[in-house]
């Protein structure tokens, strides 16, 4: 974690991220007095723009994607390997892929809810937090972050496979706009392939919404242990 915290890409994708919630803000429809609860609706609709679909994967890969073509490329990785197991190496390494994926888009997250409380709470009418709203919106910043470590370890993946800083950094990103491709203009009722879906969940997810969670956890899963086996492979390669 300490690792990872150190990298710029880490904080040059948290900056990203805030920014991209910060042009998807209604600044035009603040006007006082404020409803109670209008610092949540704002935040939702920021969170949930178009602008925050369109950064999430650039994101989500900016920050340690392509962490083991840059550790091979340079000759890093065989002094690393040295230190420690290629077992630890590759668990410590898909660990923190997904967490460089994650961890920008929640750390920008939770400092944008915290400028809405300080900024827009001021402004409206006298009343208590709507604290069902407050969870609401941590679902929904949890489901984005999610989605963002997923993007992060398809980064790896791509990066162990072709050992290559475009395909890391530009297939997550092709793939993630085909899935929006497909389902808006050719397969309009396949919601679970819709990238936005995973965060809205406005589509039916079984009982209380509890199947967006299961689906994120498998795919999650999913894209680390096919990562973890793909990486394996390649340092086993390394002498």
Known sequence: MKELLQEKGFWAAACLSFLGMAAGFHFYEIEYPLSQGSFLKFYQAALDSQTMLFVIPIAASLSSGAAYVRESSCGFIKFYLIRTSRVDY???????IYAGGFLPLFFSGIAGLLLCFLFLYPLE?????????????????LRVSVTGGIMAELAGIFGAVFQNYYMAYGLPFVIYYLLIILKDR??????????KEWM????????????????????????????SLLLYCRVREIN
């Open 125 to 141: 009418l006298q009343g208590g937090v709507p604290w069902e709203k407050v969870w609401i919106n941590l679902l929904l910043l």
């Open 200 to 227: 809205a969940c406005q589509e039916n997810w079984g009982t209380d919404g509890w199947g967006i969670w299961i689906f994120l956890l498998a795919f999650s899963l999913a894209a680390l242990l096919l990562h």
């Open 186 to 195: 050719y397969l309009p009722e396949m919601y679970a392939m819709y990238p």
């Open 90 to 96: 590759v668990k410590s390494k898909t660990l923190q």
